[in-house]
């Protein structure tokens, strides 16, 4: 079992940054695994944001946050992070962490393991 926990969600002006951190923890983790970002506005669908492979730190992105938000991870901690910035009002939403083993799996939005998310609200 893994287990992931946000923070660093909250109320942020457009133009503003944040930055989402997951810290991963559960004795089945490893460098094995790839974690990413996904996100949820009220009334759509949750979207893939941003992945990364814990062992080679390859990272991929959707097109609406490319340039704007940067995937990082830290090894020593278990936690990656979602450093957000140049954000618009259309980015506010509930960020879920999220981990599997399979790349493609994670990105098409049906990992294995989920956090239980974090509310990001842009104001304009």
């Known amino acids: 079992q893994v287990q992931l926990v946000e923070s660093g969600g909250g109320l942020v002006q457009a133009g503003g940054s944040l930055r989402l951190s997951c810290a991963a923890s559960g004795r089945t983790f490893s460098s094995s695994y790839k974690m990413g970002w996904f996100r949820q506005a009220p009334g759509k669908e949750r979207e893939f944001v941003a992945a990364?492979?814990?062992?080679?730190?390859?990272?991929y992105y959707a097109n609406s946050v490319k340039g704007r938000f940067t995937i990082s991870r830290d090894t020593a901690k278990n936690t990656v992070y979602l450093q957000m910035n140049s954000l618009k009002p259309e980015d506010t939403a509930v960020y879920y962490c999220?981990?599997?083993?399979?790349?493609?799996?994670?990105?098409?939005?049906?990992?294995?393991?989920w956090g239980q998310g974090t509310q990001v609200t842009v104001s304009s």
């Open positions: 990364i492979r814990w062992a080679n730190r390859n990272t």
């Open positions: 999220a981990a599997d083993f399979d790349l493609d799996r994670l990105r098409t939005g049906a990992p294995d393991y």
